[in-house]
């Protein structure tokens, strides 16, 4: 017998109003931001703002949808058990991951570029080194992320959900599409914009020493 929150239209609305409110952050006045245009110190407030509140807020709403539909519909999709057990080691990795963004590699850029604006001399303040050999390891971590996502991907078959899920199973489905959408764009913008533009300054700077 199926549950009773498949035939229930009132709270899967209320369900989705939540995700809507946790996924906010995906609007298409973000879509459009010139990211390319935007100095380090804008990227990072943008990338912290948006990307790093987006995930802190959506991962323990989805590892509890998750946790509920493996509970109902483990046994019948088993593989919902691995899903939760990826996705548990996802967390564990972008929250550390976080961590050391916010507290060591993103000030160290916000200094670095401190100098770099102001053309002060670094060589007795700032080993550049700091930065750089930080960046190697974040885009490292990012290739773990993308790849426990790629897998969470695959187990749940593009995000289809099976004909017997109810609505949680649904919202679980779509709360994870639209995380690995914002990882998605969230890692371009380190790996991509944020880092090339570390690494120019880190470049200029060594060379004018």
């Given at each position: 017998?199926?549950?009773?929150c498949?035939?229930?239209?009132?709270?899967?609305?209320?369900?989705?109003?939540?995700?809507e409110?946790?996924l906010?952050?995906?609007t298409?006045?973000?879509?459009?931001?010139?990211?390319?245009?935007?100095?380090?110190?804008e990227?990072?407030?943008?990338?912290?703002?948006?990307?790093?509140?987006?995930?802190?807020?959506?991962?323990?709403?989805?590892?509890l949808?998750?946790?509920?539909?493996e509970?109902?519909?483990?046994?019948?999709?088993?593989l919902?058990?691995?899903?939760?057990?990826?996705?548990?080691?996802?967390?564990?990795?972008l929250e550390?991951?976080?961590?050391?963004?916010?507290?060591?590699?993103?000030?160290?850029?916000r200094?670095i570029?401190?100098f770099?604006?102001?053309?002060?001399?670094?060589?007795?303040?700032?080993?550049?080194r700091?930065?750089?050999?930080?960046?190697?390891?974040m885009?490292?971590?990012?290739?773990?992320?993308?790849?426990?996502m790629?897998?969470?991907?695959?187990?749940?078959d593009?995000?289809q959900?099976?004909?017997?899920?109810?609505?949680?199973?649904?919202?679980?489905?779509?709360?994870?599409?639209e995380?690995e959408?914002?990882?998605?764009?969230?890692?371009?913008l380190?790996?991509?914009?944020?880092?090339?533009?570390?690494?120019?300054?880190?470049?200029?700077?060594?060379?004018?020493?």
């Amino acid at each position: 017998m199926l549950e009773a929150c498949e035939h229930d239209m009132k709270k899967y609305d209320a369900l989705m109003h939540d995700l809507e409110d946790a996924l906010q952050q995906n609007t298409p006045e973000n879509l459009r931001v010139n990211f390319e245009a935007l100095s380090p110190e804008e990227l990072i407030d943008y990338i912290v703002s948006h990307h790093h509140s987006f995930v802190k807020k959506a991962l323990p709403h989805i590892r509890l949808h998750l946790q509920k539909t493996e509970s109902k519909h483990g046994l019948r999709h088993p593989l919902l058990r691995e899903i939760l057990r990826q996705f548990d080691q996802l967390s564990i990795e972008l929250e550390n991951h976080m961590f050391k963004e916010e507290e060591i590699l993103f000030p160290r850029i916000r200094k670095i570029n401190e100098f770099f604006v102001s053309g002060k001399d670094y060589d007795h303040l700032f080993n550049v080194r700091m930065v750089s050999d930080p960046i190697s390891l974040m885009m490292k971590e990012h290739e773990i992320a993308g790849s426990l996502m790629a897998i969470i991907h695959k187990l749940t078959d593009n995000y289809q959900a099976p004909n017997d899920a109810c609505n949680t199973f649904f919202l679980t489905y779509h709360e994870l599409r639209e995380f690995e959408a914002d990882l998605h764009q969230h890692m371009h913008l380190e790996n991509n914009i944020l880092f090339p533009k570390a690494k120019v300054m880190i470049d200029k700077m060594v060379a004018q020493a």
